[in-house]
């Protein structure tokens, strides 16, 4: 029998409530679960359980993660599980940048 590859997608947004705004998509071979979390505690926590209940492979992090926060969140998934963090090119990120200040605030 074949596992599933279990990957997380973890993004911030100021408005965000990870008991709701999440999702999984799946196939028989794959399985994405993506979360968006308000602030640093709670990337942490839904991190960790997305490792201790789902059995969570790697964690991919949205740009706006720094580097202590992603050590932080390494540090709590453990050495089995790869931290990634998406990362664009330098106009990409400005733009991005901007959107994201026009938008939010």
Same mark, same amino acid.
């Given at each position: 029998?074949?596992?599933?590859?279990k990957a997380a997608f973890v993004a911030h947004a100021p408005d965000a409530d990870p008991e709701k705004?999440?999702?999984?998509?799946?196939?028989?071979?794959?399985?994405?679960?993506?979360?968006?979390?308000?602030?640093?505690?709670?990337?942490?926590?839904?991190?960790?359980?997305?490792?201790?209940?789902?059995?969570?492979?790697?964690?991919?992090?949205?740009?706006?993660? #720094?580097? #202590? &926060?992603?050590?932080?969140? &390494?540090?709590?998934?453990?050495? &089995?599980?790869?931290?990634?963090?998406?990362?664009? &090119?330098?106009?990409?990120?400005?733009?991005?940048?901007?959107?994201?200040?026009?938008?939010?605030?």
């Amino acid at each position: 029998m074949r596992m599933a590859f279990k990957a997380a997608f973890v993004a911030h947004a100021p408005d965000a409530d990870p008991e709701k705004h999440g999702c999984v998509v799946e196939t028989s071979m794959y399985k994405l679960f993506v979360v968006l979390v308000r602030n640093q505690e709670q990337a942490v926590e839904v991190s960790g359980a997305l490792v201790a209940q789902e059995g969570v492979h790697s964690i991919l992090l949205c740009p706006g993660f #720094t580097n #202590t &926060d992603i050590a932080e969140i &390494d540090e709590v998934v453990g050495p &089995d599980v790869s931290v990634c963090v998406a990362r664009g &090119d330098n106009p990409g990120n400005e733009s991005v940048s901007e959107i994201m200040k026009q938008e939010w605030g």
